[in-house]
């Protein structure tokens, strides 16, 4: 079984910044693109970042300039550090990562279970 496990989430005030964690865990062959999604309340999951395997890195409008994906692909980790906070980032961000769990396996994609990040004076 793979496990995605977030960390990093809390209230934060505007301007204030934030760093997100994700790491995978369990039978894993290769990891390939990850990435951050968040869903606020009455709204649809949107893309936050996304970076591939090999460091391209792809942003939502609202949030470049300000938010920065990176990861450690040793350990299957990917990073969110998030500037410049506003309450219309306010949501509950969630990790997601393409995985193949055997050489001969296919890729599918997992989810973590999700970290509220709450940006309010």
């Known amino acids: 079984q793979v496990q995605l496990v977030e960390s990093g989430g809390g209230l934060v005030q505007p301007g204030g910044s934030l760093r997100l964690s994700c790491a995978a865990s369990?039978?894993?062959?290769?990891?390939?693109?990850m990435g951050w999604y968040r869903q606020a309340p009455g709204k649809q999951r949107e893309m936050v970042a996304v970076?591939?395997?090999?460091?391209?890195?792809n942003y939502a409008d609202s949030v470049k300039g300000r938010f920065t994906i990176s990861r450690d692909n040793g350990k299957n980790t990917v990073y969110l550090q998030m500037n410049s906070l506003k309450p219309e980032d306010t949501a509950v961000y969630y990790c997601?990562?393409?995985?193949?769990?055997?050489?001969?396996?296919?890729?599918?994609?997992?989810w973590g279970q999700g970290t509220q990040v709450t940006v309010s004076s």
């Open positions: 970076i591939t395997s090999g460091g391209t890195t």
């Open positions: 369990g039978i894993i062959f290769s990891t390939n693109a």
């Open positions: 997601n990562a393409a995985i193949k769990r055997y050489s001969w396996s296919s890729e599918r994609d997992y």
